[in-house]
């Protein structure tokens, strides 16, 4: 076990018995392993903490056609319930781990707490499929939900997946269905490593600053611009027009800057933005939700962002 340093007692015992839980199932060596055994371990840990689907929720799955190959994707919809928008759901694993499954329960309980349809995306995944990949599936199941459902969309995803929602969000803000609101779980947007969280909590447990450079070198295509706002949205340099956005980030996090950052330029270029950081909270928290006070917090505060959002309310 890796030493726990500053972190001792900044984080309850509680989070503790988390983060512990997560790294027993972490070879030390898991970064340096083939990806595709890098996700057996991932995929194996999504299913032990899996929770099950809240009851009323049923889930299919479909195919989102696309050039040359097609979309997985899993729509959430509690049964009789009229949903009054639709979530699309962007899942986080460092754009190389995970997919319907790794998130199956998350969605489910953002419906059950919403009363929203979710639409969870199955994006192509590095190091097969290198950016704009998943830049592109997320545009297209955005497309397909545009122009199929006639609900309000409300965009969401967490960590890589906050990346995508908000490359989107900026990517369709003139579109005639774009979406009606936006809540990002500490998202990754490309912020100045530099600075801020990324200095402070470079070391911290489950995601440090090498953690994200690993992953932004996988994901990248060769010749890759940092300054493409569809890799890295806070290089972007317009940030009117986006739908009204709240920001949840883990305050023991390296991105957690990143959420600041990006709310504050929402504001100051004339939108509505809300960031809240997550005391004593650490990266990927959404799967401590059932153990950890602070993670359910958290969570019931992302449910509420999402229901205000869809509804077309200001929650802040």
């Not at 949903?83 to 754009?95: E, I, K, N, S």
């Not at 997946?161 to 969000?169: D, H």
């Not at 317009?238 to 600041?260: N, Y």
């Amino acid at each position: 076990m890796t030493s726990r340093g500053k972190y001792e007692t900044r984080l309850d015992p509680a989070l503790w018995a988390y983060i512990d839980s997560i790294n027993a199932w972490y070879p030390p060596e898991i970064i340096g392993l083939p990806i595709d055994k890098q996700r057996v371990v991932y995929d194996r840990m999504c299913r032990a903490f899996h929770q099950g689907r809240p009851s009323g929720v049923k889930a299919r799955d479909g195919l989102v056609a696309a050039p040359g190959h097609g979309i997985p994707i899993r729509h959430y919809q509690l049964s009789g319930n009229a949903a009054q928008a639709m979530v699309l759901y962007l899942h986080g694993g460092g754009f190389i781990l995970g997919g319907l499954d790794s998130h199956d329960d998350i969605c489910a309980e953002i419906c059950a707490g919403t009363g929203f349809d979710v639409l969870s995306v199955d994006y192509r995944l590095a190091p097969e499929h290198v950016h704009p990949a998943a830049f592109d599936d997320a545009m297209a199941v955005f497309d397909w939900a545009a122009a199929t459902s006639g609900l309000p969309l409300v965009l969401c995803g967490e960590s890589a997946g906050g990346n995508l929602a908000a490359a989107v969000a900026q990517a369709t803000r003139r579109h005639a269905r774009a979406a009606i609101g936006q809540v990002l779980i500490y998202p990754g947007l490309g912020g100045d490593e530099r600075a801020g969280s990324y200095v402070e909590h470079a070391e911290a447990p489950l995601l440090s600053v090498g953690d994200i450079a690993f992953y932004r070198d996988v994901r990248s295509a060769k010749r890759q611009s940092p300054d493409d706002p569809t890799f890295s949205p806070l290089r972007d340099n317009d940030f009117s027009g986006l739908p009204p956005t709240v920001i949840i980030t883990a305050e023991c996090d390296p991105l957690s800057s990143d959420g600041e950052t990006y709310s504050d330029r929402i504001v100051s270029a004339g939108g509505k933005a809300w960031w809240h950081e997550e005391k004593r909270l650490v990266h990927s928290f959404l799967r401590a939700r059932t153990t950890v006070p602070a993670a359910a917090q958290a969570f019931a505060r992302i449910i509420g962002a999402i229901s205000a959002l869809g509804r077309g309310e200001w929650p802040y």
